[in-house]
């Protein structure tokens, strides 16, 4: 892999001892805490943008809320919150009143709880599901035998709707469970408000990811083979 790129994922150093985390921290060659100075200094000058200072305040605010027994030392911190709640307790930080919720039909159960939840909590909800709109999904240009429902009428998921209706309604965070890679993307590209993932889809393992990471040295390790 090319040294020159930069790769936090490479790192070979211990978090504690990396530079980023301490002052006097080893550092790689493709380390961008060492060598992208000007996109750390282009960051802060976003940070002067009163709302986004804000923002920024409050997620760290939220992270260091997750955990308890901070007093005691960061070996003893221990996490309290799960998502949902952080995600409740980060809005209200915010001060907003409308949150989009853009779910998959097929964690509908889901978002009803998760809309349940943040009425629960005073928030005006607007939520859209992914195939709003029944467009047939021959409009994407797919043959009949690249779709699901072989032989049938069958809707395309339709995330630029999604994300323009949350626009029009005037969202002020948006929240998404379960959206198809790629139409999670174009959701993302379109909403105009903040939005944050409270669940990302995965079929195969009940959208839990990384449990194909966990295993990757067990039950998964045929992904370490490339595909081609």
């Known amino acids: ?6 790769g936090c994922a490479r790192c ?7 530079i980023c985390q301490d002052e006097g921290g080893q550092a790689p060659p493709f380390c961008p805490t060492v060598n992208k100075a000007q996109v750390i200094e282009k960051a802060l000058e976003e940070l002067k943008k009163p709302e986004i200072l804000e923002f ?19 070996a003893r911190a221990r996490p309290v919150k799960p998502r949902i709640t952080e995600i409740i307790e980060f809005a209200g930080k915010m001060g907003y009143q409308k949150i989009g919720l853009a779910f998959c039909i097929a964690l509908r159960k889901e978002a009803k709880v998760v809309e349940g939840l943040f009425a629960a909590n005073g928030f005006t909800v607007v939520s859209g599901l992914c195939k709003m709109g029944r467009v047939p999904k021959e409009t994407l240009g797919l043959r ?19 994300a323009l209706l ?3 309604e005037k969202t002020e965070f948006n929240v998404m469970i379960g959206l198809c890679v790629g139409h999670d993307s174009l959701f993302l590209k379109y909403a105009q408000a903040p939005c944050t ?25 045929s992904l370490k083979v490339p595909t081609s």
Not at 1 to 6: A, F, H, S, V
């Open 1 to 6: 892999m090319d040294n020159e790129l930069p």
């Open 12 to 18: 070979p150093f211990e978090p504690q001892g990396r």
């Open 56 to 74: 920024a305040r409050q997620a760290s605010i939220q992270e260091g809320e997750g955990y308890a027994d901070r007093e005691l030392g960061y």
């Open 144 to 162: 009949d035998d690249q779709k699901i429902k072989i032989g049938c009428f069958e809707s395309m998921c339709n995330p630029i709707a999604q």
């Open 166 to 168: 949350f626009n029009e």
């Open 197 to 221: 993932v409270f669940a990302v889809k995965d079929r195969l393992l009940g959208h839990n990811p990384l449990a194909a990471i966990y295993t990757i040295d067990s039950f998964y390790r």
